[in-house]
């Protein structure tokens, strides 16, 4: 029964094995076929091999050690009680120590590999920042790529130190889990002699609790470093407790610990347990004694002259954290403010008019739903930002792709046919200028509808299909016996055909290893797929980079580009750490460096990926280029089409725009005292009466001291509790001028109106604020769009839009007003250029005009809402054609009151 019991257990193991590795060669094998298809093979083969053979390295060491020493216990052990055994014994006893071992080392190694194997990279393909801190001396590349590893390391020495002693101690509980062991040996009984036995033991862990003392010195010695990030003091880094005391205290610990070991030694041979006490016993009086002397030095000797006896590394934290967030090299300006602008001055900064932004994005990516949705399982994911030279000019754009949401097909479409087969894409983009809206408030597009129709030549959509986007989260196969929707077409649908590059081609064995790995036997057995077929798997854009190069960090607002008729996705790439010494960490985040190095490019139809550096002088992505050759390319080899809408990426410059609201100060008593300290602007925004941060936002307009006007990145800020405007910080994104930031500081002795004192200068204009009362009541809605600060010349403008939206759900909201203020003044108007005209062409403010419904409009507005209910008829959607119902029986009604 025994031997029944045992063959099921083993048969059990074996199949769990069996399953552990089967389910890695199928990962491995269907990872091994995809990077091949997207063109990166070697750098798969190079990360798996890496850590293949940093794992078997740590397997055979580990293995190693354990199976010498548990076999040397053994002997021990049987020669301590004099005990002879057969060599067949001998074989069986060294086989489970052999399989036990192995065991243990084959969990702890795949641990160790998996998480440490690209830390051990880093470690030997370091590069220098050419910067060392300020109290070790030592270079910040120690600290990024040599110190977590070399701690890591120790750890895990530690680690199995403790787990050898207490496997030692399993150990001897096993051996002496019997009262007596009967082996033959010179003709006589053996018995157990319990005190040897207990020698041994005894021994065994000795030695190993001396090498662990051993290795507490070296940790006490590599904890010092951690100074260097202390939040001790008002800053991140070495405060004067901690470089005067802590350190102190972590090289007595070492010593001390070393000590230890030594008087374990010294014990162990007189066997006196006193002896061993003393090491532990001092370690804890030195630890106590540092915690009380750190707060002796912190509260009496520091606390009360803080600023003399911190300045210096207060400096340090300045410096450093400038130096880890890209600050350094913020280019200070003053901006006058001079409130001189004329008519003539507005005519002459036609390119920053133009671009100004009238429309909003959250209420555009709404419309764009709303009109250019086409079919419910179409879906704008949301709005991009970006510059065209449309025309010959500088244009600044709103615009979106068209993908396919399948979870909004009807249920009886729901089929594993139509998910893989059939709906494989989206279908083209929307364009809008930021600045121009039709008749009835709405974004005006340049490029629509499906297939896309564009309004000027070097717009044409000539690939508008979209296979790889935000949205497309399953796997497709193409080159089936079913053709792909392609967009509807009237009552009917088109219909097409893959003829792009990427995709696996499904062989039998390809379609077997992909049943597997997708866990669906359809993917086998389907008589649609022949041998032609291929199947595209990870067509999430950000699931297809980050399975690339996983170390990079990605930001989560990948735009697109239109560029040569086709469609083309870009990613910002950053590298990270938060190992940067006297940095300070970002808010709540556990990053206290960035850089943005690099651009990742996808081909929205094909695929194609490419990483680019932006930033050679960045040491993590050179090191992470070391490692792997073939992975980056330069920025030179970049297309220059799409070169021209790189965009400085609002997450870095969010982080970067917040730490410098503190970092800008340069005089250490100051900076203690925060006396200067800045904060980003607030606003109201979409009649919410609480206040919120201003978002950066992209925008046109000229530079003080240029000739030409460029694509910007800005954000307000202002005193910290005051609503005046102090600076404003611009980020470039021209290729030849990218990532430089200015800091355009107004002058201190004049009153510059933030954005939150300018909502309250229309909140209390008598007429602006009836009018909005009284639009915001009788089923209508008013949404107060963001408000822009637009820099003219030495003057500021400020730029409003105003939303009105009925109380439907399925309404749009319409562009209905602008709202503008210069100096003093603060008119209202239909339109940019009629706000303009008022502050500028008369020479004084002309009288607010009170809002009424255009008959014209009206009625446009009507047709629009009966052809879209007409339309919900047509399909069937009874829910939307009574709201859109609904809603056109109020526009007739304010019809109506119109005509009497």
């Given at each position: 029964?025994?031997?029944?019991?045992?063959?099921?257990?083993?048969?059990?193991?074996?199949?769990?094995?069996?399953?552990?590795?089967?389910?890695?060669?199928?990962?491995?094998?269907?990872?091994?076929?995809?990077?091949?298809?997207?063109?990166?093979?070697?750098?798969?083969?190079?990360?798996?091999?890496?850590?293949?053979?940093?794992?078997?390295?740590?397997?055979?060491?580990?293995?190693?050690?354990?199976?010498?020493?548990?076999?040397?216990?053994?002997?021990?052990?049987?020669?301590?009680?004099?005990?002879?055994?057969?060599?067949?014994?001998?074989?069986?006893?060294?086989?489970?120590?052999?399989?036990?071992?192995?065991?243990?080392?084959?969990?702890?190694?795949?641990?160790?590999?998996?998480?440490?194997?690209?830390?051990?990279?880093?470690?030997?393909?370091?590069?220098?920042?050419?910067?060392?801190?300020?109290?070790?001396?030592?270079?910040?590349?120690?600290?990024?790529?040599?110190?977590?590893?070399?701690?890591?390391?120790?750890?895990?020495?530690?680690?199995?130190?403790?787990?050898?002693?207490?496997?030692?101690?399993?150990?001897?509980?096993?051996?002496?889990?019997?009262?007596?062991?009967?082996?033959f040996s010179r003709s006589e009984w053996i018995h157990f002699d319990i005190k040897k036995i207990y020698n041994s033991a005894?021994?065994?862990?000795?030695?190993?609790?001396?090498?662990?003392?051993?290795?507490?010195?070296?940790?006490?010695?590599?904890?010092?470093?951690?100074?260097?990030?202390?939040?001790?003091?008002?800053?991140?880094?070495?405060?004067?407790?901690?470089?005067?005391?802590?350190?102190?205290?972590?090289?007595?610990?070492?010593?001390i610990s070393l000590f230890t070991a030594v008087l374990i030694i010294l014990g162990r041979k007189k066997r006196n347990i006193?002896?061993?006490?003393?090491?532990?016993?001092?370690?804890?009086?030195?630890?106590?004694?540092?915690?009380?002397?750190?707060?002796?030095?912190?509260?009496?000797?520091?606390?009360?002259?803080?600023?003399?006896?911190?300045?210096?590394?207060?400096?340090?934290?300045?410096d450093y954290t400038k130096k880890a967030y890209g600050l350094g090299n913020i280019k200070q300006e003053e901006f006058l403010?001079?409130?001189?602008?004329?008519?003539?001055?507005?005519?002459?900064?036609?390119?920053?008019?133009?671009?100004?932004?009238?429309?909003?994005?959250?209420?555009?990516?709404?419309?764009?739903?709303?009109?250019?949705?086409?079919?419910?399982?179409?879906?704008?994911?949301?709005?991009?930002?970006?510059?065209?030279?449309?025309?010959?000019?500088?244009?600044?754009?709103?615009?979106?792709?068209?993908?396919?949401?399948?979870?909004?097909?009807?249920?009886?479409?729901?089929?594993?046919?139509?998910?893989?087969?059939?709906?494989?894409?989206?279908?083209?983009?929307?364009?809008?200028?930021?600045?121009?809206?039709?008749?009835?408030?709405?974004?005006?597009?340049?490029?629509?509808?499906?297939?896309?129709?564009?309004?000027?030549?070097?717009?044409?959509?000539?690939?508008?299909?979209?296979?790889?986007?935000?949205?497309?989260?399953?796997?497709?196969?193409?080159?089936?016996?079913?053709?792909?929707?392609?967009?509807?077409?009237?009552?009917?649908?088109?219909?097409?055909?893959?003829?792009?590059?990427?995709?696996?081609?499904?062989?039998?064995?390809?379609?077997?290893?992909?049943?597997?790995?997708?866990?669906?036997?359809?993917?086998?057995?389907?008589?649609?797929?022949?041998?032609?077929?291929?199947?595209?798997?990870?067509?999430?854009?950000?699931?297809?980079?980050?399975?690339?190069?996983?170390?990079?960090?990605?930001?989560?607002?990948?735009?697109?580009?239109?560029?040569?008729?086709?469609?083309?996705?870009?990613?910002?790439?950053?590298?990270?750490?938060?190992?940067?010494?006297?940095?300070?960490?970002?808010?709540?985040?556990?990053?206290?460096?960035?850089?943005?190095?690099?651009?990742?490019?996808?081909?929205?139809?094909?695929?194609?990926?490419?990483?680019?550096?932006?930033?050679?002088?960045?040491?993590?992505?050179?090191?992470?280029?070391?490692?792997?050759?073939?992975?980056?390319?330069?920025?030179?080899?970049?297309?220059?089409?799409?070169?021209?809408?790189?965009?400085?990426?609002?997450?870095?410059?969010?982080?970067?725009?917040?730490?410098?609201?503190?970092?800008?100060?340069?005089?250490?008593?100051?900076?203690?005292?925060?006396?200067?300290?800045?904060?980003?602007?607030?606003?109201?925004?979409?009649?919410?009466?609480?206040?919120?941060?201003?978002?950066?936002?992209?925008?046109?307009?000229?530079?003080?001291?240029?000739?030409?006007?460029?694509?910007?990145?800005?954000?307000?800020?202002?005193?910290?509790?005051?609503?005046?405007?102090?600076?404003?910080?611009?980020?470039?994104?021209?290729?030849?001028?990218?990532?430089?930031?200015?800091?355009?500081?107004?002058?201190?002795?004049?009153?510059?109106?933030?954005?939150?004192?300018?909502?309250?200068?229309?909140?209390?204009?008598?007429?602006?604020?009836?009018?909005?009362?009284?639009?915001?009541?009788?089923?209508?809605?008013?949404?107060?769009?963001?408000?822009?600060?637009?820099?003219?010349?030495?003057?500021?403008?400020?730029?409003?839009?105003?939303?009105?939206?009925?109380?439907?759900?399925?309404?749009?909201?319409?562009?209905?007003?602008?709202?503008?203020?210069?100096?003093?003044?603060?008119?209202?108007?239909?339109?940019?250029?009629?706000?303009?005209?008022?502050?500028?062409?008369?020479?004084?403010?002309?009288?607010?005009?009170?809002?009424?419904?255009?008959?014209?409009?009206?009625?446009?507005?009507?047709?629009?809402?009966?052809?879209?209910?007409?339309?919900?008829?047509?399909?069937?959607?009874?829910?939307?054609?009574?709201?859109?119902?609904?809603?056109?029986?109020?526009?007739?009604?304010?019809?109506?009151?119109?005509?009497?």
């Amino acid at each position: 029964m025994k031997t029944v019991d045992k063959r099921i257990t083993l048969v059990l193991i074996g199949i769990f094995i069996f399953s552990i590795f089967f389910s890695t060669i199928v990962q491995f094998l269907s990872n091994y076929m995809w990077f091949i298809d997207v063109g990166y093979k070697d750098i798969y083969i190079k990360r798996v091999f890496y850590r293949f053979f940093i794992g078997i390295f740590i397997f055979g060491l580990f293995n190693f050690i354990m199976y010498f020493y548990f076999t040397s216990i053994k002997k021990k052990y049987y020669k301590s009680i004099n005990i002879l055994y057969s060599k067949e014994e001998e074989k069986k006893s060294r086989l489970k120590i052999l399989t036990i071992s192995s065991l243990i080392s084959l969990l702890f190694s795949v641990s160790v590999s998996s998480s440490m194997w690209m830390d051990i990279l880093k470690f030997k393909n370091f590069t220098l920042f050419g910067l060392t801190d300020p109290i070790f001396n030592k270079d910040i590349s120690f600290y990024v790529f040599k110190l977590p590893v070399i701690k890591d390391i120790v750890n895990i020495i530690s680690f199995s130190l403790i787990l050898l002693m207490v496997f030692t101690l399993i150990y001897y509980i096993i051996l002496t889990s019997n009262k007596e062991i009967l082996r033959f040996s010179r003709s006589e009984w053996i018995h157990f002699d319990i005190k040897k036995i207990y020698n041994s033991a005894f021994d065994s862990i000795v030695y190993i609790i001396c090498l662990f003392f051993v290795v507490l010195a070296i940790q006490n010695y590599l904890s010092s470093f951690d100074i260097l990030y202390s939040k001790r003091g008002i800053v991140t880094g070495a405060s004067f407790t901690d470089v005067n005391v802590t350190l102190f205290a972590y090289k007595i610990k070492s010593i001390i610990s070393l000590f230890t070991a030594v008087l374990i030694i010294l014990g162990r041979k007189k066997r006196n347990i006193k002896l061993i006490a003393i090491g532990p016993i001092l370690i804890v009086f030195v630890g106590v004694a540092s915690l009380i002397a750190e707060n002796i030095v912190q509260n009496l000797i520091v606390s009360p002259n803080e600023i003399a006896k911190e300045s210096k590394y207060i400096k340090y934290n300045m410096d450093y954290t400038k130096k880890a967030y890209g600050l350094g090299n913020i280019k200070q300006e003053e901006f006058l403010a001079l409130d001189n602008l004329s008519f003539e001055d507005i005519q002459n900064n036609k390119e920053t008019i133009s671009n100004i932004p009238i429309n909003d994005y959250r209420p555009t990516l709404q419309t764009y739903n709303q009109l250019q949705g086409i079919r419910s399982y179409y879906r704008f994911n949301d709005i991009d930002i970006d510059r065209y030279i449309i025309d010959g000019k500088l244009t600044q754009v709103f615009l979106s792709a068209r993908e396919i949401d399948k979870s909004k097909l009807p249920s009886q479409a729901q089929t594993w046919i139509n998910k893989h087969l059939k709906y494989t894409h989206g279908y083209g983009i929307v364009m809008s200028p930021v600045n121009d809206i039709t008749s009835s408030g709405q974004p005006k597009t340049i490029i629509r509808n499906i297939p896309p129709v564009s309004e000027f030549k070097q717009l044409a959509v000539k690939r508008p299909e979209i296979y790889f986007g935000e949205l497309t989260n399953d796997y497709i196969v193409i080159n089936t016996k079913e053709d792909e929707f392609s967009y509807p077409k009237g009552e009917t649908n088109a219909f097409t055909r893959y003829e792009g590059t990427a995709g696996i081609k499904l062989n039998l064995l390809n379609r077997i290893l992909y049943s597997i790995d997708t866990k669906s036997l359809k993917l086998l057995v389907s008589t649609a797929i022949n041998s032609d077929s291929r199947i595209i798997i990870n067509r999430n854009i950000n699931d297809r980079i980050k399975a690339i190069a996983p170390f990079i960090e990605y930001d989560e607002d990948p735009y697109i580009v239109l560029v040569d008729g086709k469609l083309y996705w870009i990613v910002d790439g950053y590298t990270t750490t938060e190992r940067y010494p006297y940095s300070q960490v970002y808010e709540d985040s556990n990053i206290n460096y960035i850089r943005n190095s690099v651009k990742v490019v996808i081909d929205a139809y094909n695929g194609d990926v490419d990483f680019y550096i932006v930033d050679d002088n960045d040491p993590i992505i050179k090191t992470y280029s070391k490692i792997f050759k073939d992975l980056f390319k330069s920025i030179d080899k970049m297309p220059q089409g799409i070169k021209r809408h790189l965009r400085y990426p609002q997450h870095i410059f969010d982080i970067q725009a917040k730490v410098y609201a503190t970092y800008h100060m340069k005089d250490v008593g100051v900076f203690y005292n925060k006396e200067d300290q800045w904060e980003i602007a607030t606003e109201i925004y979409q009649g919410k009466n609480d206040p919120i941060e201003v978002e950066s936002n992209y925008i046109v307009f000229k530079l003080p001291n240029e000739d030409r006007a460029e694509f910007l990145l800005t954000v307000p800020y202002t005193p910290r509790g005051k609503q005046n405007m102090t600076a404003l910080l611009v980020a470039r994104n021209d290729l030849e001028k990218y990532g430089q930031i200015i800091l355009y500081k107004f002058p201190k002795d004049k009153n510059v109106l933030g954005p939150y004192q300018i909502e309250s200068r229309i909140n209390q204009d008598p007429e602006i604020s009836r009018n909005l009362t009284q639009w915001d009541s009788g089923g209508s809605k008013v949404i107060r769009g963001h408000m822009i600060t637009v820099p003219i010349q030495d003057s500021l403008l400020y730029v409003e839009p105003l939303y009105i939206k009925s109380d439907s759900k399925e309404s749009i909201p319409e562009v209905k007003k602008i709202i503008m203020l210069y100096k003093d003044k603060i008119v209202i108007e239909n339109s940019l250029q009629e706000a303009l005209d008022s502050l500028f062409k008369n020479g004084e403010k002309q009288k607010d005009k009170e809002f009424v419904y255009d008959q014209d409009n009206l009625i446009t507005k009507a047709n629009e809402i009966y052809n879209k209910a007409q339309q919900a008829m047509k399909e069937g959607n009874f829910s939307d054609y009574g709201k859109y119902i609904q809603e056109l029986g109020e526009v007739l009604r304010k019809l109506e009151s119109e005509n009497r």
